[in-house]
């Protein structure tokens, strides 16, 4: 299958690390102009490095206004991956009500910058992956006895690896998928299946 994103800007969140970086990288080897988009300007630093092509953005998406001018100085936009997450490590019980509501913000209220677009005729679709075998996935599920309570619950018996989660997102973001809108699609191994 020939993908093409030339003359395609496309905003990343999240790009400086894990899933994120690998798709920008992905996305500028297919010709798109990628715009990337970290709180962690060292983490951008060598992701032009790796790839001089790419723009890179360092802002805080848990600071809305600064957020809302940084993205407003690399628009037009064709696409975007809301990619930024965060995750606190924690029990539930013990979780901060600022891990909480970093959490929150980052993975819930960054959202509306998708939804906002519906209306110009832009398609909205979601992966969700389980567990990714990132950074920060081998960190919360690098004990291999506490991995292999959620492996076992996977038909697949694995966890994801990184390119396993960008060749959909790749796809979806490509004219191949013009048909497909509003979907949430799975990246688990069947573990929604069980």
Not at 30 to 40: D, P
Not at 118 to 128: L, M, T
Not at 181 to 192: S, Y
């Amino acid at each position: 299958m020939n993908i093409s994103f030339k003359n395609k800007r496309i905003l990343i969140t999240g790009a400086g690390q894990g899933i994120g970086r690998e798709l920008a990288l992905r996305l500028s080897k297919f010709n798109g102009t990628v715009i990337a988009l970290s709180k962690t300007a060292s983490n951008l630093d060598s992701l032009k490095k790796q790839d001089p092509k790419i723009e890179t953005v360092a802002v805080d998406l848990a600071d809305w206004e600064a957020t809302r001018n940084a993205v407003k100085k690399v628009l037009p936009i064709d696409m975007l991956v809301n990619n930024a997450g965060v995750a606190c490590l924690a029990p539930f019980l013990q979780q901060t009500e600022q891990h909480f509501d970093l959490t929150m913000t980052i993975n819930v209220k960054s959202i509306t910058m998708a939804l906002e677009l519906g209306p110009h005729n832009i398609r909205v679709n979601a992966v969700n992956p389980t567990v990714v075998l990132t950074a920060m996935g081998k960190l919360g599920w690098g004990d291999p006895e506490k991995a292999r309570s959620m492996t076992e619950k996977i038909p697949l018996g694995r966890f994801a690896e990184v390119d396993e989660v960008i060749d959909p997102i790749v796809y979806l973001l490509s004219d191949r998928s013009s048909m497909i809108n509003g979907v949430a699609l799975p990246i688990d191994g069947g573990f929604l299946a069980t």
